[in-house]
């Protein structure tokens, strides 16, 4: 996801080390970690889709 002046978040997505082939995703505020998946995805898309929508409802002021 760009980063730009309007929007401070990023959306990071990693594969993980353990368990091998999962991802995960992190939130970035300013560069610094705002928010992380609590649990990892089998599949990098399934790993977008879900860091996405934890920033959907971040932006929309679902949750803080």
């Given at each position: 996801m760009a980063n730009n002046s309007a929007n401070p978040y990023t959306l990071e997505i990693e594969a993980c080390e353990r368990p091998a082939g999962h991802f995960t995703w992190a939130i970035r505020r300013n560069g610094k970690l705002f928010q992380r998946a609590d649990r990892?995805?089998?599949?990098?898309?399934?790993?977008?889709r879900s860091g996405l929508a934890a920033l959907e409802k971040l932006l929309s002021g679902r949750e803080r």
């Open positions: 990892v995805q089998t599949t990098e898309e399934a790993a977008e």
